[in-house]
C-alpha cells in the first residue's frame, strides 16, 4: 500500500529588499531593548568625540614656552591667563606680567585693516595662550598646516577647439561608416541606403556611389598596399571593390549574420571582420579563404583593430570584454573585463603603444602590449558611444547616440570641449546621432557620420587662444584602479 502523499507548502519568494528589512528587524529585535525609541544620548561618547575633532583641528599647532616674566609688585596680577595676547604698541608696556604664559604662536598674519593704527605697519605674530602642557606632537593630518602635495595627474596640454565647417548631404539613409584614402585625397562613407560614396575632401563634392549592398554597410577600410576598398553590411556580406574599375572582384563568404566592423592589417594581407555571430574571421585577401574564426566572445563583436605586432588583433564585443588575439594560432591571448557595458567603439593611437576603449559607463585607457589598465577619462558622457577616433596630436574624440561630440585630452583624459550636433532642417531632434568618426592623413580635419543623413566637417579654430579658450581643469582627488 503506497504511503500518503503529504502536500509541501510552497516556499514564498522573497525579493532581496524584503530579505534585508526581515534580517534588519530581527537584528533590532535581539539587540534593541526599548521598541520603537531611540536611545539616550550618551554624554561621555559626546565629549570624546569633541576633544577628538579639537586635536585633529588644533592638535598641528607646536606650543612655544616662554620664560618668565619678574613680577611687578605695583601692578600685580596672579593666576594664569587664558586671553588672546596681541602685540600693542611699541611704547606700551602693558602687558599682563606676574604670569607665566605658556603659549602657542600660529604664526605671521597680517593686520587687519581696523587695526592699522595699533602696532608696527608689518607683520605681527599673534599668540594664543595654552593650557596643556609642551609636549605636544606635530599632527600630520592637520589639513590648514600641511605642505600640499602638488597632484600627480599630468597636467592637459591646451588644444584650440574644434568647429564645424561642412554639412554634406547625399545619402538616403543614416550614414554609419567612413574611411580615409591613404592620399588623403578623397573619403569614402557607407550609409543604411545601401549605397558607398567617394567624397572629395577637399571640396566635399561626391565623386563616385557605388552599389551593390543589400543592407546598411556598417564598415569599411582603403588598403595602403592595393588599390583595394573593402566593405561590410548587415547582408553579410564583405566585399573587396577594386578602385580602378569601381567593381567588385571578390566577396568573402562565412559570416552566419550581420557584419559590423571591418579592419585590414597594416602589413600582411589579412582582413578581419566582426558580426553578429559573435565571431571574429581572418580572411586572406588574395585566395578569399577564411584563414581563421576567432571564437570565444558571447555576444556580437562590434569593434575591431589591428596593430604589427603582438596583440596583432583586438576585438571588443557586446558580452562587455576586449580580447587579444594571437594571429598565428588564432587563439586568445588575454581578456579584459573592466568595461561594465557593450564595448562598441576602440581607438588605437597612432605613436603611443595604447589604445582608448569606449562603452556607456566610461572610456578607458590601455596600455600596449599587455593590456595593463592606465585610467579612466576624467568625465563621463552618460550615453552610448558609438564612434571614437585619435590623431597624432593627442586630440580624442567621441560621438554618441544623443548627438553629443566630446573632444579629449589623450594624455591626462581632461574633455576639453563638449558639443552638441545640429540636426539638418526636417530631421527629428531624435535623429542626432553619430555613428562613425574619422580623422584624415594628418589629423588636422576630423568627419563625422549622423543619423541625419549628413555627414559633417570640423576643423580646429583658428582664432582660438590659450587666453580666449583657458583650460578649465581639475585634477581628479583620487585614481580609480578599475
Known amino acids: 500500500m503506497p504511503a500518503p502523499t503529504t502536500e509541501i507548502e510552497p516556499i514564498e ?31 561621555e ?19 612655544v614656552s616662554q620664560p618668565p616674566r619678574q613680577p611687578d609688585r605695583s601692578n600685580e596680577q596672579t593666576g594664569p591667563s587664558n586671553a588672546l595676547t596681541l602685540p600693542g604698541p611699541e611704547g606700551s608696556k602693558s602687558v599682563q606680567k606676574g604670569v607665566t604664559e605658556n603659549a602657542l604662536v600660529v604664526g605671521p598674519t597680517l593686520q587687519p585693516k581696523g587695526l592699522n593704527n595699533i602696532g608696527p605697519s608689518g607683520k605681527s605674530t599673534t599668540i594664543i595662550p595654552a593650557t596643556g602642557s609642551s609636549s605636544y606632537q606635530r599632527n600630520l593630518s592637520t589639513a590648514a598646516l600641511m605642505e600640499r602635495i602638488p597632484s ?46 567617394i567624397w572629395d575632401v577637399a571640396t566635399g563634392v561626391l565623386k563616385l556611389t557605388l552599389t551593390g549592398h543589400i543592407e546598411q554597410v556598417r564598415g569599411l577600410a582603403v588598403s595602403n598596399r592595393h588599390t583595394y576598398m573593402f566593405s561590410a553590411g548587415d547582408d553579410k556580406q564583405v566585399k573587396c571593390w577594386d578602385l580602378e574599375q569601381n567593381k567588385v572582384i571578390r566577396s568573402y563568404h562565412g559570416h552566419l549574420s550581420g557584419v559590423y566592423c571591418l579592419a585590414l592589417h597594416p602589413t600582411l594581407d589579412v582582413l578581419l571582420t566582426g558580426g553578429r555571430d559573435s565571431v571574429c574571421r581572418v580572411w586572406d585577401i588574395r585566395t578569399k579563404m577564411q584563414i581563421f574564426a576567432l571564437t570565444g566572445h558571447e555576444n556580437t563583436v562590434c569593434s575591431v583593430f589591428t596593430r604589427p605586432t ?37 581607438t588605437l593611437h597612432p605613436k603611443e603603444n595604447a589604445f582608448a576603449s569606449a562603452s556607456a559607463d566610461n572610456i578607458k585607457k590601455f596600455s600596449l602590449p599587455k593590456g595593463e589598465f592606465c585610467h579612466n577619462m576624467l568625465s563621463q558622457q552618460k550615453t552610448i558611444i558609438n564612434a571614437m577616433a585619435v590623431n597624432e596630436d593627442g586630440v580624442m574624440v567621441t560621438g554618441g547616440d544623443n548627438g553629443s561630440i566630446w573632444f579629449w585630452d589623450w594624455k591626462s583624459g581632461h574633455s576639453f570641449q563638449q558639443s552638441e550636433t545640429i540636426v539638418q532642417p526636417g530631421s527629428l531632434e531624435s535623429e542626432a546621432g553619430i555613428y562613425a568618426a574619422c580623422y584624415d592623413q594628418t589629423g588636422t580635419r576630423l568627419v563625422t557620420c549622423e543619423a541625419d543623413k549628413t555627414i559633417k566637417m570640423w576643423k580646429e579654430d583658428e582664432n582660438a587662444t590659450p587666453e580666449t579658450h583657458p583650460i578649465n581643469f581639475k585634477p581628479p582627488k583620487e585614481i580609480r584602479r578599475f
Open 45 to 63: 561618547a559626546k565629549k570624546i568625540r569633541l576633544s577628538h575633532k579639537m586635536k585633529v583641528a588644533y592638535g598641528g599647532v607646536e606650543p
Open 13 to 43: 519568494k522573497l525579493s532581496l529588499k524584503k530579505l534585508s528589512q526581515k534580517s534588519v528587524k530581527r537584528a533590532l529585535d535581539l539587540f534593541t531593548p526599548v521598541h520603537g525609541q531611540f536611545p539616550p544620548p550618551d554624554l
Open 310 to 346: 603582438d596583440p596583432q588583433v583586438v576585438t571588443g564585443s557586446h558580452d562587455t570584454t576586449i580580447k587579444f588575439w594571437d594571429l598565428r594560432y588564432g587563439r586568445t591571448m588575454a581578456t579584459l573585463t573592466h568595461h561594465k557595458k557593450s564595448v562598441r567603439a576602440m
Open 152 to 197: 600627480r595627474w599630468p597636467r592637459p596640454e591646451w588644444h584650440a577647439p574644434w568647429k564645424n565647417y561642412r554639412v554634406i548631404q547625399g545619402h538616403l539613409g543614416w550614414v554609419r561608416s567612413v574611411a580615409f584614402d591613404p592620399s588623403n585625397e578623397w573619403f569614402c562613407t557607407g550609409s543604411a541606403d545601401r549605397t558607398i560614396k
